[in-house]
């Protein structure tokens, strides 16, 4: 069977009796049968899904997790909403941010299935780190996350900390460094004192900013401090507390800072699949209303990051509100977005757009749009578009 390894998790999830992870392992279904073409049992899918989805969200213990809960790692204190935060000294701007499980409802992003894996391996350790101090082990959890911009890096940070039922010490290392590079070693210094002390998830993003002032040339001894500043600090980390780094620039990170985390995992821009769903999500019109359009931003979307792919299904969104629907087909409108979005459309996809609406449904076709999306996205018969597409 050709999803096997998808549905292995899925009833390993359901017998974990974890509603978010469950959806989310259907999910994985759905845009695996999307990718294969069999859009009728994705479609069939992903509506038993919805259906759960928001009969699930009504349910108020949505956030209490049963069996898997971490445990608490001794001595640590926990954190309130209203516990202060260090602040940097001259400024006396806050070091950090504190996001409580409760603050958001964070959907993981959709990421191919071998990322997925991962994440899944990932979360499972550090819900069980007692076995693995049971096996000799020493649970060190600790994940650096790499990718282009709005790629969902931030989003998985936040997910993951609500998975574990946590709270999140979030802050951005740019806005940890100072001027005064002494400044930058102690407020460094004072982050991880506070997240060492509270029972809490740290997320480091912008974490390359560290790696830049690495590269001044003018001031290299004291950017030796810092950077050792850093590494000291994710050593003493280590037993009080998961922490994920994120950064755009994995390629200024040295070898050294790479070594102190466990796993570095890499998030790609999505690929069609994911695209199709993403963009189905941003749409929220459900599977059976948009997803002709759903496909036609997706294809559009090529190379572009999750955050660009919104962008546009919502700018598309908000264009159709004002439209006459009956006399502008959702072709057309796709097209007048893509070509007045500051996000950058590849130009093979944007000379297809820019031809006369007749003149489309050939490419389009031969892209793999059926004549039903065909005559739907154009509004124009089935009959309309085979004939086009066959004319020479
Ligand atoms: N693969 C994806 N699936 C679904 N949504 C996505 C995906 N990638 C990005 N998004 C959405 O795009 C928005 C921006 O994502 P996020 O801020 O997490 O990206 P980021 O990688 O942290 O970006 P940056 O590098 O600019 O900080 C979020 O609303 C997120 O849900
Ligand atoms: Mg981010």
Same mark, same amino acid.
């Given at each position: 069977?050709?999803?096997?390894?998808?549905?292995?998790?899925?009833?390993?999830?359901?017998?974990?009796?974890?509603?978010? #992870?469950?959806?989310?392992?259907?999910?994985?279904?759905?845009?695996?049968?999307?990718?294969?073409?069999?859009?009728?049992?994705?479609?069939?899918?992903?509506?038993?899904?919805?259906? #759960?989805?928001?009969?699930?969200?009504?349910?108020?213990? #949505?956030?209490? %997790?049963?069996?898997?809960?971490?445990?608490?790692?001794?001595?640590?204190?926990?954190?309130?909403?209203?516990?202060?935060?260090?602040?940097?000294?001259?400024?006396?701007?806050?070091?950090?941010?504190?996001?409580?499980?409760?603050?958001?409802? @964070?959907?993981?992003?959709?990421?191919?299935?071998?990322?997925?894996?991962?994440?899944?391996?990932?979360?499972?350790? *550090?819900?069980?780190?007692?076995?693995?101090?049971?096996?000799?082990?020493?649970?060190?959890?600790?994940?650096?996350?790499?990718?282009?911009?709005?790629?969902?890096?931030?989003?998985?940070?936040? *997910?993951?900390?609500?998975?574990?039922? #946590?709270?999140?010490?979030?802050?951005?290392?740019?806005?940890?460094?100072?001027? +005064?590079?002494?400044?930058?070693?102690?407020?460094?210094?004072?982050?991880?004192?506070?997240?060492?002390?509270?029972?809490?998830?740290?997320?480091?993003?912008?974490?390359?900013?560290?790696?830049?002032? %690495?590269?001044?040339?003018?001031?290299?001894?004291?950017?030796?401090?810092?950077?050792?500043?850093?590494?000291?600090?994710?050593?003493?980390?280590?037993?009080?507390? !998961?922490?994920?780094?994120?950064?755009?620039?994995?390629?200024?990170?040295?070898?050294?800072? *790479?070594?102190?985390?466990?796993?570095?995992?890499?998030?790609?821009?999505?690929? +069609?699949?994911?695209?199709?769903?993403?963009?189905?999500?941003?749409?929220?019109?459900?599977?059976?209303?948009? %997803?002709?359009?759903?496909?036609?931003?997706? *294809?559009?979307?090529?190379?572009?990051? =999750?955050?660009?792919?919104? @962008?546009?299904?919502?700018?598309?969104?908000?264009?159709?509100?004002?439209?006459?629907?009956?006399?502008?087909?959702?072709?057309?409108?796709?097209?007048?977005?893509?070509?007045? @979005?500051?996000?950058?459309?590849?130009?093979?996809?944007?000379?297809?757009?820019?031809?006369?609406?007749?003149?489309?449904?050939?490419?389009?076709?031969?892209? =793999?749009?059926?004549?039903?999306?065909?005559?739907?996205?154009?509004?124009?018969?089935?009959?309309?578009?085979?004939?086009? !597409?066959?004319?020479?």
């Amino acid at each position: 069977m050709e999803h096997f390894p998808i549905v292995t998790s899925l009833v390993r999830v359901a017998l974990g009796n974890d509603s978010e #992870r469950l959806n989310h392992q259907v999910q994985r279904l759905v845009d695996a049968l999307v990718a294969d073409g069999d859009s009728t049992q994705a479609a069939a899918l992903s509506k038993l899904l919805n259906r #759960r989805t928001r009969s699930t969200e009504l349910a108020p213990s #949505r956030l209490t %997790r049963s069996g898997q809960a971490p445990t608490h790692i001794a001595g640590l204190e926990q954190l309130h909403p209203q516990t202060a935060v260090p602040v940097d000294k001259d400024s006396s701007a806050p070091l950090a941010t504190i996001i409580m499980p409760d603050d958001v409802v @964070t959907t993981l992003p959709l990421f191919p299935a071998p990322v997925q894996d991962n994440i899944d391996a990932l979360l499972m350790e *550090w819900m069980n780190a007692d076995r693995i101090r049971e096996a000799g082990l020493s649970p060190s959890p600790s994940l650096l996350v790499y990718g282009a911009p709005g790629t969902g890096k931030t989003t998985l940070a936040l *997910w993951l900390a609500q998975q574990l039922g #946590r709270p999140v010490v979030l802050a951005r290392l740019d806005g940890l460094i100072s001027s +005064f590079l002494g400044t930058t070693a102690r407020n460094l210094g004072a982050l991880f004192a506070f997240a060492n002390r509270y029972d809490c998830v740290l997320v480091l993003d912008e974490f390359d900013a560290i790696a830049k002032v %690495r590269d001044d040339p003018n001031e290299v001894g004291e950017i030796k401090r810092v950077v050792n500043a850093l590494l000291q600090n994710l050593d003493v980390r280590v037993g009080r507390g !998961v922490t994920v780094a994120l950064t755009n620039h994995e390629a200024l990170l040295d070898p050294a800072i *790479w070594r102190r985390f466990e796993v570095q995992l890499a998030v790609p821009k999505p690929a +069609f699949a994911q695209r199709v769903q993403i963009a189905l999500r941003s749409l929220d019109a459900g599977e059976d209303n948009a %997803r002709a359009e759903a496909l036609l931003l997706a *294809w559009v979307a090529d190379g572009l990051s =999750g955050a660009e792919l919104r @962008t546009l299904a919502t700018k598309y969104r908000k264009r159709r509100l004002f439209v006459d629907a009956a006399a502008v087909p959702p072709a057309a409108t796709i097209a007048q977005v893509a070509d007045s @979005t500051s996000v950058h459309i590849g130009e093979d996809v944007l000379s297809i757009l820019r031809l006369e609406p007749s003149r489309q449904l050939k490419p389009l076709h031969a892209a =793999g749009f059926s004549h039903a999306d065909l005559a739907y996205l154009f509004d124009i018969s089935t009959k309309t578009v085979q004939r086009r !597409v066959t004319e020479e």
